[in-house]
């Protein structure tokens, strides 16, 4: 299995711009996280889908931030309008199964390092 | 809900040192646990977890985490480090979705 792959590896974008970070799960794995990580905040959730289904999107920052799952094995996460302090690398994971299960190993993909200028 | 600690921000070891990272979690119920590791550029990959069974786990690359219930504790071990192993740590605790704590950087110095 090729991972958790994700695209871009890296964007660098003026602000104000619409950025869509994207993320192909495991196959087979149902769940899907997609996560922050930056020098002052540290690793932060941001959202979790089970079976394409948003589950909890309470770690998004704001109305800026957007994630969709319309399927399986695809998911986005968009920034409209992008600002300077969105900077971050964003990591996605997917885990075989949630929900309460104890068999929750997440598997993360390469992450995207976003640059807004 | 679950929350975890990882009281370590920043080690710093010579090659050959003995290392400990602490972890305390608080969940009530089973707790599922884990050790992550990122390397400088590189995403988070699996030290190691415990689910049930034997509450010393072994990892790769020669890393061991003990789950003791009483201390809520599952702190990371490895007798004797290597330059290669300066990254972050991080300890995360389950079930659902996994909580994480805010990494340890360790620096080992050749």
């Known amino acids: 299995d090729a991972g958790v792959i994700q695209s871009p590896r890296h964007e660098v974008t003026e602000m104000g711009q619409e950025v869509t970070l994207r993320c192909k799960p495991i196959?087979?794995?149902?769940?899907l996280f997609w996560y922050r990580q930056t020098m002052m905040r540290g690793l932060e959730l941001l959202i979790y889908f089970n079976n394409n289904v948003p589950i909890d999107d309470s770690g998004m920052p704001e109305d800026r931030f957007s994630a969709k799952m319309p399927n399986a094995s695809f998911s986005t996460l968009k920034i409209q309008p992008s600002e300077p302090r969105d900077s971050a690398v964003y990591f996605c994971?997917?885990?075989?199964?949630?929900?309460?299960?104890?068999?929750?190993?997440?598997?993360f993909g390469p992450g995207t390092r976003l640059t807004v200028l | 809900a679950q929350s975890v600690s990882q009281h370590n921000h920043h080690v710093i070891l010579s090659e050959a040192a003995s290392l400990e990272l602490g972890c305390n979690y608080s969940?009530?119920?089973?707790?599922?646990l884990f050790w992550y590791v990122q390397y400088p550029g590189q995403h988070l990959q699996l030290l190691l977890k415990?689910?049930?069974?034997?509450?010393l786990v072994k990892g790769i690359k020669g890393f061991e985490a003990e789950f003791i219930k009483s201390k809520f504790s599952f702190n990371l071990r490895k007798p004797s480090v290597q330059w290669s192993d300066t990254a972050e740590y991080f300890c995360a605790v389950g079930p659902g979705q996994l909580t994480f704590g805010s990494g340890t950087q360790l620096t080992v110095l050749p």
């Open positions: 415990y689910f049930s069974g034997d509450p």
């Open positions: 994971a997917s885990s075989p199964r949630t929900g309460g299960s104890s068999y929750n190993e997440q598997f």
């Open positions: 969940y009530g119920g089973t707790v599922n």
């Open positions: 196959s087979g794995h149902n769940s």
